[in-house]
């Protein structure tokens, strides 16, 4: 089957400017997550969809950060304005579902530096 | 919030050691995953162990849940330059945060020839 496929794989971007990523799940999967990943740290969760709404965002910066999966299959991720600090991988992670068991299957990721 | 605590943080060692990954909690979890990630690419599934003291091995790698569900271990015998990466446990609380994982912050393996 095919992978969990992202875009871009890089961006450079200058603080304050706007960048959006995509991400299409794996056909079938109910669960979609955006994960952050600082380099030498863990990933951290951003957000979790189950189909098109939105089951956790806590974790998301919510007055820069915003995200969608409007017809619950493929997601954007956005950040708008983009500080120093979010220099990091965003990777996009899907689900069968949130069942223990089900492990995810990630992207390889979007590396954005912001200078 | 949940921490997991992976030890130690950098192992590099020599071609046919053998190695033991560590990642520990103060909370229970309803499951355990463990992941390897290679440069330039998003983790990749190794095991998930969901019963408290449960073992399971993957060719040389054999991997243990606590019996309290609170700390896993990850083992690998005879290690390979092929071994090398990052590798990250994640753990799921279940309950409201069902499918949440909350990831260590990883194990870098160097493995030299």
Redesign the interface.
Known sequence: EAGVAQSPRYKIIEKRQSVAFWCNPISGHATLYWYQQILGQGPKLLIQFQNNGVVDDSQLPKDRFSAERLKGVDSTLKIQPAKLEDSAVYLCASSLDATPGYGYTFGSGTRLTVV | TQL?E?SPQFLSIQEGENLTVYCNSSSVF??L?W?RQEP??????LV?V?TGGEVKKLKRLTFQFGDARKDSSLHITAAQPGDTGLY?C?G?S?GT??????????TILTVHP
């Open positions: 997991l992976q309803s499951s995953q992941y330039g690419e998003g983790p990749v599934l998930t969901v990250l994640a799921d279940g945060s069902y499918g949440k994982l909350t990831f260590g912050q990883g």
